[in-house]
T-cell receptor
Framework: KAGVTQTPRYLIKTRGQQVTLSCSPISGHRSVSWYQQTPGQGLQFLFE???????NKGNFPGRFSGRQFSNSRSEMNVSTLELGDSALYLC????????????FGPGTRLTVL | SQQGEEDPQALSIQEGENATMNCSYKTSINNLQWYRQNSGRGLVHLILIRSNEREKHSGRLRVTLDTSKKSSSLLITASRAADTASYFCATIPNSGYALNFGKGTSLLVTP
């Protein structure tokens, strides 16, 4: 099976702009989670989507949003970018079953200037 | 919030030696997962150990879990330069839904 894919791999934006990141999960996986990784805060949970519905949400401002499509692909949007949004954004695809085994994509490196 | 804490923060060894990393967490869990991350790249899933398991092996990896002490260890035997990476433990609390990661252990394996 192909792994989790994320596009684009790198992005450079300026403050105030918005950005959309994309994630395609492993075939057959219906749950997609997003995480932000920064040197200062480490890995933090953004939100999780399952069957096109946001099932869980982390403690991030409303500028961070997402959605999931019927083919399980997910997008994450950040509006009104701030310098502090510079981070590696990771998408995880979760296998079905009781153990929440999550497999990550290569990430999108976002730099906000 | 980060539930897991890895120890040590950094570890430097030579090829062929064993590397041991520890992880502590705070609440009851369903399972614990270990991941590897090469510099600035995605997380690679290494192993999942369930709360009712005490030890698990995968190739050169050996993971132990002690739920009474809320701790886990990852042992990499016969380390190689390619094992150089950051290693993270991650848990999902029984009452939670998201992976909680520690800050990671940075492992350097020199030839």
């Amino acid at each position: 099976k192909a792994g989790v894919t994320q596009t684009p791999r790198y992005l450079i934006k300026t403050r105030g702009q918005q950005v959309t990141l994309s994630c395609s999960p492993i075939s057959g996986h219906r749950s997609v989670s997003w995480y932000q990784q920064t040197p200062g805060q480490g890995l933090q949970f953004l939100f999780e989507y399952f069957s096109e519905t946001q099932r869980n949400k982390g403690n991030f401002p409303g500028r961070f949003s997402g959605r999931q499509f019927s083919n399980s692909r997910s997008e994450m949007n950040v509006s009104t970018l701030e310098l502090g949004d510079s981070a590696l954004y990771l998408c995880a695809s979760e296998s079905s079953g009781p153990y929440n085994e999550q497999f990550f994509g290569p990430g999108t490196r976002l730099t906000v200037l | 919030s980060q539930q897991g804490e890895e120890d040590p923060q950094a570890l430097s060894i030579q090829e062929g030696e064993n590397a041991t990393m520890n992880c502590s967490y705070k609440t009851s869990i369903n399972n614990l997962q270990w991941y590897r991350q090469n510099s600035g790249r995605g997380l690679v899933h290494l192993i999942l150990i369930r709360s009712n398991e005490r030890e698990k092996h995968s190739g050169r990896l050996r993971v132990t879990l002690d739920t009474s002490k809320k701790s886990s260890s990852l042992l990499i035997t016969a380390s190689r330069a390619a094992d150089t990476a950051s290693y993270f433990c991650a848990t999902i609390p029984n009452s939670g839904y998201a992976l909680n990661f520690g800050k990671g252990t940075s492992l350097l394996v020199t030839p």
